[in-house]
Nanobody, 116 residues
């Protein structure tokens, strides 16, 4: 079992920025394959936002390209999501996901609220 610790959510006005962080809480013995982020807006299904592969390549959903940046810290156990130019439509619970040793693990979710 892999526990993920998310942080960085909160409230911001439209046009503002937030930085989310997700860290693997315990010692791991295999490389993490992929770290990524999903979000679930109010009343909607969870949707893919971005991911980063251990070698460094990234993928983004079209709606956040150019505004969000996913990074993998040098410790290879922490990913961050820098979110800029936030509109109210980005309001959601943001979840971290990790693919590790053939299994996927989810963070507890962190609320991001963007007010107009």
């Amino acid at each position: 079992q892999v526990q993920l610790i998310e942080s960085g959510g909160g409230s911001v006005q439209a046009g503002g920025s937030l930085n989310l962080s997700c860290e693997v809480a315990e010692r791991i013995f295999h490389p993490i394959s992929i770290m990524g982020w999903y979000r679930q807006p109010p009343g909607k299904e969870r949707e893919f936002i971005a991911n980063i592969i251990s070698a460094g390549s990234t993928n983004y959903v079209a709606s956040v390209k150019g505004r969000f940046t996913i990074s993998l810290l040098i410790n290879k156990r922490t990913t961050t999501l820098q979110m800029n130019s936030l509109p109210p439509a980005d309001t959601a619970v943001y979840y971290c996901i990790v693919l590790y040793n053939g299994d996927s693990y989810w963070g507890q979710g962190t609320q991001v609220t963007v007010s107009s």
